[in-house]
């Protein structure tokens, strides 16, 4: 918007003459060196373990090639058969199941435990401190712990199952059992990343509105609906987005425990993609599946842009309904 304000005075100055405009002109160029001197190291990292590897695993998915031999070129053969491959449909399904599992009962869970924890009670620090520890277990770890835990012989899992009468459960060697109790280990560790995210978020729930709400009669439940859901939303998209990415990228907990069995039941498709490239040396194939999994990966930050810009013709609209006039930077 422009100013109407009084205009400032520029102060009176004489044309650069040609020794000046040389000076500055060389002045410029070194600036410009040592900027570059200075950016450099960090774009040669980033071509080196991004974009470079990015573009060979492009090439690499229309080739047949097990990174031993010399390969050939295919096409779009490699992708014609992965839709044809039983193994991969069975991972993307799994996959699926494993993220419109995870996804909801994170979130659900983290909210239920970010609003006990954003109560004024004693030992808060310490209850959000136990809370927070599991998320910054490594998988590898939380992969051993559970494996002795949930072990069908020797296990502590079946052990407290015999006290209360139940017979033993096979677990990680069960097919119907092994990908939901892989769920319950990752969920373990990855509510606490969405309770110190709403926890975050709920401090700046405006307190003016929620007390308003009171003030107009609205009881805790109302008040939770109306006032503290709704200013949660940015961030419930922004983790609905983070933790299907994370669902979608699951490994290392699934190579631990199981290695993708029984039976190929807890086959995702990172690890489909590991077995095709470094077990059956087809690296042209597994490269195929690893971009299949990057356009789902697209196509979530798509939906999250698609929101974005959808939240903010929305809110402008309001605004302009309103005769507010929103103030620069806000909505960012």
């Not at 770890?141 to 033993?168: C, M, R, T």
């Not at 805790?220 to 709704?230: C, E, I, K, S, Y």
């Not at 490239?277 to 990966?297: C, E, M």
Request: one cysteine or more.
């Amino acid at each position: 918007m422009r100013s109407t304000g009084p205009r400032t005075p520029r102060p009176l100055t004489l044309d650069p003459t040609p020794a000046a405009r040389a000076a500055r002109r060389r002045r410029a160029r070194g600036e410009t060196a040592t900027a570059w001197a200075f950016i450099s190291p960090a774009v040669l990292v980033i071509l080196g373990l991004s974009v470079i590897p990015l573009l060979w695993s492009l090439l690499l998915s229309f080739r047949a090639d097990d990174l031993v031999t010399p390969g050939r070129w295919v096409g779009l053969d490699n992708y014609h058969a992965l839709s044809k491959d039983p193994a991969f449909r069975t991972a993307v399904k799994n996959t699926l199941i494993y993220a419109g599992v995870y996804v909801p009962l994170s979130l659900a869970g983290g909210l239920a435990l970010a609003l006990a924890l954003n109560r004024r009670i004693r030992l808060v620090g310490l209850y959000r401190t136990l809370v927070f520890i599991p998320f910054v277990v490594s998988a590898t770890a939380q992969g051993v712990l559970f494996s002795f835990i949930f072990d069908p012989e020797f296990g502590v899992a079946n052990s407290l199952l015999h006290k209360i009468g139940i017979s033993p459960q096979g677990f990680l060697s069960n097919p119907s059992q092994a990908l939901y109790v892989l769920l319950l280990i990752s969920l373990w560790s990855g509510i606490g990343f969405c309770v110190i995210v709403y926890l975050a978020a709920l401090q700046d729930v405006p307190a003016e509105l929620v007390e308003s709400a009171r003030l107009d009669g609205a009881n805790r439940a109302q008040v939770l609906r109306h006032v503290t859901l709704p200013s949660l939303t940015p961030v419930t998209v922004f983790l609905v987005l983070w933790q299907f990415i994370t669902a979608l990228q699951v490994f290392d907990l699934v190579y631990v425990t199981t290695k993708g069995g029984p039976l190929g039941s807890t086959t995702v498709i990172v690890y489909f993609v590991w077995e095709q490239a470094f077990q059956n040396f087809t690296a042209g194939y597994g490269a195929a599946a690893a971009y299949v999994l990057a356009i789902g990966l697209v196509a979530a930050a798509v939906v999250l842009r698609l929101y974005r810009r959808h939240r903010e013709r929305t809110e402008a609209t309001g605004l302009a309904g309103t005769g507010v006039v929103q103030p620069e930077g806000a909505g960012r």
